[in-house]
């Protein structure tokens, strides 16, 4: 698979702080992307005071085009409409004439008829540089997009953290993709999680409507991110009848799945959660569940608990973006265990995907390939038989 390596920043550093000051318009974060929904980018930026918003940019192709909004506002929110899927764009954000951080270059979500993407996958991000080194990381492995499986901001989720913590340390992945995280244990101790919600610009749901739990559509794959800390998942909740309906819905080719605290882990895994929802996954056919809360990395074998048909599910702890390491006694579910921080990568491809993880410095290891057979399906079973071998 052949991805454009996108070109960093030309200052990352400028992107945070008392930067930039001219006729009162001051930088305090940003520009980060965002993601709203299957086929819209936003870029978003926080002023120091209310300005108006404007982002210039350059198509491929060299075609230039300008998004204004006059309303004066501290918090802005650009959405890109209009992009030719999977494609990069080069941008500079504006706001009351002055040029908000350095340029730089955002991809348009990929469509359905797109089936090749790579996507990161990080959580429990603590203590800065760790963060930072796996930013840098991110950036070199020309992912589109990067999902956080949870505690973004240690101890406590608080608002004033969330620079030092998190925007800060990741700010070079930020300017150039988006990061769509689910609400942790840690980052719900504050508010429900609010300063969460108000620091991210994310998709939001059809139930509730707003970004507890949401999902979005990445070429030929279904990304489902689920709330199990601070609201309802059990059977008649709507989460739940949500769920159903998501999973049910989509006719894509690969499911995947992501939310905090893991019902499979050798350091002790939810069993509410794995009695809850692991058997809607079966049934629903869902390929990975990617969690975090243990910090450490796991990958299980396929696992079929509840007596429905398919190869079975595949769940990775992805908890090493920082915080102190965890220990564990490895069960007979687990595949492959290590207390390391890092990140993992997935790539997708017809019929095929590659998960790798990384340590800090990029070295692979673990990886595992999920291939699923060109044959034709059984009627209403909605997914290809699907088998597990080595790259």
Known sequence: MKHLRRPAPAAAAVLF??????????????PVVARLDDSTAALVWWTDQDCDTRVDGMSPSGEPFSIRFSERVRRHVAPLTGLVAGTHYRYQAYS???????????????????????????GDTATGQIPAEIA????????DLVIHTGDVVYPDGADDLYDQEFFRPMARWLSLGPVLPTLGNHDIHTDRG??????????????????????????????ICLDVESSSYGYGSAQYRWLVET???????????????????S????????????????????????????????????????????PGV???????????LDSFERRSFSAFAASRHGYTIGEVSPGRLVLTAHDTDGTVFDSVVLSKAPVAQPPGSGRRPRVLDRP
């Open 194 to 223: 609010a300063p969460l919600l108000a620091n991210f610009v994310l998709p939001r749901n059809s139930a509730t409507g707003d970004s507890r739990f949401y999902s979005f559509r990445q070429g030929s794959a279904l990304f």
């Open 136 to 143: 840098d990381r991110l950036v070199e492995s020309g992912s």
């Open 314 to 324: 595949v769940y990775i702890t992805e908890g090493g973006g920082g915080a102190d």
């Open 96 to 122: 009351d004439g002055v040029a908000m951080g350095a340029a730089s270059t955002v991809a348009a979500p990929r469509s359905p008829q797109d089936p090749e993407f790579r996507f990161g996958v990080i």
């Open 17 to 30: 702080g008392a930067a930039l000051f001219a006729r009162g318009a001051g930088l305090v974060r940003g």
């Open 247 to 265: 999973l049910a819905a989509f006719d894509g080719e690969w499911k995947f799945v992501y939310f905090h605290e893991p019902p499979y882990s």
């Open 267 to 310: 350091a002790g895994g939810n069993a509410v959660i794995r009695l809850i929802l692991s058997p809607l996954f079966e049934r629903y056919g869902v390929d990975v569940v990617f969690c975090g809360h243990e910090h450490l990395y796991e990958r299980t074998f396929p696992i079929r608990d509840f007596g429905f048909p398919g």
